[in-house]
């Protein structure tokens, strides 16, 4: 099998793992605060896909949320993995997670997977080849006016409410659009946006498990993503992320926020 057929036999075992879980209260854990949680869950996941990924292709590098980098033997490939994105939810609601499996070569991105695990639907997308939803083609929306917008943040407290240099050029961007919403997890709803069903994105902080799988669905969609200062988003480190419909709009989104 290549990469992408690995990718879709690992991510769809571990989906069923997770709908069948029974999560109980001694397997939550805090990172760093109650708002920053990790399971049993997230490591077991983590675990699986890894060993999966080195069973097949041992001599690609994996970066994961869990675990410290796996060095490459040599290869070029790296994977960036995401077990439970959305813990938050996966432990309050379980829904509204997802499993992300991006796979890129060098700065070159090969396809990514997000996996809605709760609703068993399934984005994804190869590099040049579109972007989907189990079968069905995606389109970004056709929205260029920032009044007609629908904003998605997966924090609303660390956009909104925590103090950062551009918390009231964002307060002002949220009285702009149309409305603002707040799924929790940052790849579905980058995929949202890829869906058309959202029109752009921003968070302040995010790590390339939480992205880089999300991203090649958005721009194979039609839209484009960067840092929230315009720049390209970086693919190795963790950054802010603006995510929008159409790469023509970033100046206007960014004079906005």
Request: net charge negative; proline share 5%; glycine share 8%.
């Amino acid at each position: 099998m290549d990469r992408f057929d690995v990718a879709l036999e690992m991510i769809t075992a571990a989906g069923a793992v997770l709908r069948q879980c029974h999560l109980k209260q001694t397997e939550i854990g805090q990172k760093t605060g109650p708002q920053d949680l990790v399971t049993f869950w997230d490591r077991k996941i983590e675990r699986q896909l890894r060993s999966a990924i080195q069973a097949a292709f041992p001599q690609d590098s994996i970066v994961g949320e869990e675990y410290p980098p796996e060095e490459s033997c040599g290869g070029s490939v790296t994977w960036y993995l995401d077990p439970i994105d959305g813990t938050t939810n996966f432990v309050n609601q379980h829904r509204n997670y997802a499993i992300s499996v991006g796979c890129w070569e060098g700065g070159t991105p090969l396809f990514g997977l997000v996996l809605d695990v709760e609703r068993q639907e399934l984005y994804w997308a190869k590099h040049g080849g579109g972007a989907w939803q189990d079968d069905r083609p995606l389109q970004v929306s056709p929205c260029r006016e920032i009044a007609e917008m629908l904003l998605t943040t997966p924090g609303i407290q660390y956009t909104f409410l925590e103090p950062h240099p551009r918390q009231q050029q964002l307060l002002r961007l949220a009285q702009n659009v149309r409305a603002v919403r707040s799924l929790g997890s940052v790849a579905l709803e980058l995929c949202e946006v890829a869906a058309g069903r959202a029109d752009a994105f921003v968070t302040m902080r995010s790590s390339p498990w939480d992205h880089n799988a999300a991203r090649i669905i958005l721009e194979e969609a039609g839209g484009a993503i960067f840092t929230m200062e315009g720049a390209p988003l970086p693919l190795n480190q963790k950054s802010t992320v603006l995510g929008l419909n159409h790469a023509d709009l970033k100046d206007q989104f960014l004079r906005e926020a």
